[in-house]
């Protein structure tokens, strides 16, 4: 065999070699939609976005979801300013806002958020009277959000929405809140009636008053009675006329 061709046999064989390393050695990942791939390869972290790419040998790989997620945190027995331990359910919803910081800086993202939430959830209530826990369930969760917030910006997360699901009260505040709510519904039944009664009586008030102004009116009063009753006993009515000297003279 000539010397050439030994050389381009060896060229041939070195090129194929090359080649069976680069593809054994490089990788290829898919990146997919609403995603992105954190690559760690020593001190170096880049992030990949959507689409095909070649990763060096030694590279270390996080999958990144960009997409809203949701927390739920289970029933939180929790005292209020008052003392009374009541028990509370918390949604929320979270996003990564830095899939860097979020790759590198923990590796049990839900962990981190639940142990936060609950934190602050714990902090906001306990400053808050029951009363006040119940009713304002809304500022509840813009307290928790903005006591989160900074936090969670060093691990690349953002809580979006937070708010509380359910309030389990003890039992004999459920006595308690059921009997001030029974006092309530009876309070304004029995100020209703009050009203009503009022009514009645300046109506009567004021008719006695243009009684006395206009006696006529009595007559009128009687005429629509006696039209009334015919009206409605088809004509079947006896009427009992009293004269003037049937009526009853003072003094």
Known sequence: MATWEFALYAGLLTAFIVVIWLLTAYKRLWVHYNSVAVV????????????????????VTHVVWMWERNVYLPTQEIPTSEGVAARYNLFATYAVTD???FAVETEDAQGVIYRELQAAMRDCISMKSLEEARMQTVDVGAVILESVKEKLERYG??????????????NDMKRAVAGAELERRLANQNLEKARAEIATLRALSNAAKM???????LDLR???AIEQALNANKGNVTIEWRGPSDVPKSG
């Open 40 to 59: 760690v390869r020593g001190p170096k972290v880049v992030v990949l976005q959507p689409g095909k790419h070649w990763l060096k040998p030694g590279s």
């Open 99 to 101: 899939p860097k910081k």
């Open 157 to 170: 997360l953002e809580i979006t929405s937070a708010r509380i699901l359910d309030i389990q009260l003890p």
């Open 211 to 217: 009684l006395e102004e206009n006696p006529r009116l």
């Open 222 to 224: 009687r005429m629509q």
